[in-house]
């Protein structure tokens, strides 16, 4: 059985000198894909950006630096914790954007009601996906 959760929070696209642009980001995580969540950021006057993220990555953000590389999730203390910054690296450039954290936190334990972290079971659709590249050789 497929099941889904999907939500859709303000965020805050930091802009170097100059004010903070509010952007729309969804929030998708399908049982399908057990381990990834999609973020699509909504940013103003641009097409969606979408970006695929671990959710074991993203918790661990909420409380304390995560990630390498092209994401990085940290809690801001200066917001005692109610927010986090999300900067995110493609051969285009960085972005930082600012989220508060009760929302991204309410998504993702919706998502733990679905699938429990530590439960995921991807070996059918990785056998299933292993076959298809095997029959096509």
């Known amino acids: 059985m497929r099941n889904t959760v999907r939500t859709r929070t303000a965020m805050h696209?930091?802009?170097?000198?100059?004010?903070a642009l509010r952007t729309p980001a969804d929030l998708d995580y399908d049982t399908a894909d057990?381990?990834?969540?999609?973020?699509t950021f909504h940013p103003p006057g641009d097409g969606?950006?979408?970006w695929v993220v671990a959710r074991t990555l993203l918790l661990a953000g909420?409380?304390?630096?995560?990630g390498e590389g092209d994401l990085r999730i940290s809690p801001l203390v200066d917001a005692g914790l109610a927010e986090v910054a999300l900067t995110l690296r493609s051969p285009e450039g960085e972005a930082t954007l600012r989220s508060p954290a009760?929302?991204?936190?309410?998504?993702l334990a919706r998502t733990g009601r679905l699938v429990p972290l530590g439960r995921e079971q991807v070996t059918a659709d990785l056998d299933r996906k292993l076959a298809g590249i095997l029959a096509a050789g």
């Open 13 to 19: 696209l930091l802009v170097p000198g100059g004010p």
């Open 34 to 39: 057990p381990l990834a969540v999609r973020l």
């Open 48 to 50: 969606p950006v979408e």
């Open 62 to 66: 909420l409380s304390g630096p995560a």
């Open 102 to 107: 009760p929302p991204l936190l309410a998504f």
